[in-house]
């Protein structure tokens, strides 16, 4: 079983999140929680412990750091990552965000359909970086990528 089980956001020492941060949270992990992709890549010098896993995520040092476990909470694998390639695209992620929350409150649909475009372009952006720096360490579909980028925004905003 090839998925995703559990998550949990280590956010200690974080500032409590807005109420639409939480929001997104919530959606993100049941979202993830109901379909996902995530796998462990074989390695020649050991054996790789078979899913299904749960996750903890976290931001460290300003690393983002995957811990993996297995159902019966073994550590699977343990890898971090570099927040500096995603600091550009979560800030931007966050204001066109707001742009959207405003628009949708004061602009026609023509003008919000093109923010949500805007926003789902950023959105896909995060996702495949996040894909690409996960080459070797995980093997994730797009729409899981999507979700665990939701994820490091959230957490991103904390920190």
């Given amino acids: 079983m090839s998925k995703l089980i559990g998550i949990e956001l280590d ?14 949270r919530r959606v993100a992990i049941f979202d993830l929680l109901e379909e996902n992709k995530f796998e462990l890549p074989e390695r020649s010098n050991r054996a790789v412990p078979q899913g299904p896993y749960k996750m903890n995520l976290s931001i460290r040092e300003k690393r983002l750091v995957f811990e993996v476990f297995t159902e019966n909470k073994v550590l699977a694998a343990t890898f971090h990552l570099s ?10 992620y966050f204001q066109i965000c ?14 919000i359909e093109t923010i ?8 896909n952006e995060g996702s495949r970086i996040l894909k690409e ?10 729409d ?3 979700r665990l980028f939701t ?6 905003f904390g920190g």
């Fill in 11 to 24: 956010d200690a020492g974080l500032p409590t999140p807005t109420p639409k941060i939480e929001q997104e």
């Fill in 83 to 92: 927040m500096s390639p995603f600091q550009q695209v979560v800030k931007d």
């Fill in 98 to 111: 707001e742009s959207y929350f405003d628009a949708v409150k004061h602009l026609p649909p023509s003008k």
């Fill in 116 to 123: 949500d475009m805007a926003r789902r372009g950023i959105h």
């Fill in 133 to 142: 720096r996960l080459e070797g360490k995980a093997i994730i579909d797009t």
């Fill in 144 to 146: 899981t990528a999507r």
């Fill in 151 to 156: 994820l490091i925004c959230v957490l991103h």
